[in-house]
């Protein structure tokens, strides 16, 4: 685990080191972060001013953001991207994982299923930190996260609904752990309510703000 940790404080530490040594500076730095800084925290609703929680993923979080430092004192906009749980894409991560067991009827709820599970489209991963770019008033964090975040349960109820198969039996917990491996068990049954307030208010519109039509897209099952 020491490993995950070092490999992201380290790379962004030489960057921004690196950055803030040169002659001609970047206008802006945006460093990859998580919602993993909030940790489990049920269903308190988590904006960018929130604290941070407890446990591994916080920690590497708080250090991952810290590393970047040296930029930010060299006068470079740094931005800090708090990438949802999920980012939907068809071909990997976690709905990539979650596509063959759904598709066989056994996708349903993880544990009890009422934790809160944050995800944003591909499209708006990619157009909300262009945004950020562009934008010279943005720094600081960001919740890139879609606004209609669901609780685990619903988003397997229309993830079944799209792709017409049955979502109701449980996950068993040796199942999660096959799927999506020991940090995997954590991400999927950790709650994190996590609002895109600083998206909202910069004026940021949402692709697909609403989960059945984002899933429908990058699936290209329409109906």
Same mark, same amino acid.
């Given at each position: 685990?020491?490993?995950i940790?070092s490999?992201?404080? /380290?790379?962004t530490?030489?960057l921004?080191?690196? !950055?803030a040594?040169? #002659?001609?500076?970047? /206008?802006?730095?945006?460093?990859a972060?998580?919602?993993?800084?909030?940790?489990?925290?049920?269903d308190?609703? =988590? !904006?960018?001013?929130?604290?941070?929680?407890?446990g591994?993923?916080? /920690?590497? %979080?708080?250090?991952w953001?810290?590393?970047?430092?040296?930029?930010? @004192?060299?006068?470079?906009r740094?931005?800090?991207a708090?990438?949802?749980?999920?980012?939907?894409?068809?071909t990997?991560?976690? =709905?990539?994982?979650?596509?063959?067991p759904?598709? !066989?009827?056994?996708g349903?709820?993880?544990? *009890?299923?009422?934790?809160?599970?944050?995800?944003?489209?591909? @499209? @708006? +991963?990619?157009y909300?930190? &262009? &945004?950020?770019?562009?934008?010279?008033? %943005? #720094?600081?964090?960001?919740?890139?996260?879609?606004? $209609?975040?669901?609780q685990?349960?619903?988003?397997?109820?229309?993830?079944?609904?799209?792709? *017409? *198969?049955p979502?109701?039996?449980?996950?068993?917990?040796?199942?999660?752990?096959?799927?999506?491996?020991?940090? $995997?068990?954590t991400?999927?049954t @950790?709650?994190?309510?996590?609002?895109?307030?600083?998206l909202? +208010?910069i004026?940021?519109?949402? +692709? &697909?703000?609403?989960? +059945?039509p984002?899933?429908?897209?990058?699936? $290209?099952?329409w109906?």
């Amino acid at each position: 685990m020491e490993i995950i940790k070092s490999s992201r404080t /380290e790379s962004t530490g030489l960057l921004a080191k690196t !950055l803030a040594g040169l #002659e001609q500076k970047p /206008e802006v730095f945006l460093v990859a972060s998580a919602i993993g800084y909030y940790g489990n925290r049920g269903d308190e609703e =988590l !904006l960018e001013s929130s604290d941070p929680g407890e446990g591994y993923l916080s /920690e590497t %979080c708080l250090a991952w953001e810290a590393s970047a430092q040296p930029a930010k @004192d060299a006068g470079i906009r740094t931005i800090h991207a708090r990438t949802a749980g999920i980012v939907l894409d068809a071909t990997g991560g976690g =709905l990539g994982k979650m596509l063959l067991p759904a598709k !066989l009827g056994a996708g349903g709820p993880i544990g *009890r299923g009422r934790q809160w599970l944050s995800w944003i489209s591909m @499209d @708006d +991963e990619v157009y909300a930190m &262009h &945004h950020l770019l562009m934008t010279e008033s %943005c #720094e600081g964090a960001y919740n890139l996260v879609s606004p $209609g975040i669901v609780q685990q349960k619903r988003f397997a109820k229309v993830l079944g609904k799209v792709l *017409r *198969r049955p979502a109701f039996i449980p996950t068993p917990p040796f199942g999660v752990w096959i799927l999506f491996g020991k940090m $995997g068990v954590t991400l999927t049954t @950790d709650s994190t309510r996590v609002v895109p307030g600083r998206l909202q +208010e910069i004026g940021y519109r949402f +692709e &697909h703000p609403t989960l +059945e039509p984002a899933l429908r897209d990058t699936l $290209g099952i329409w109906r």
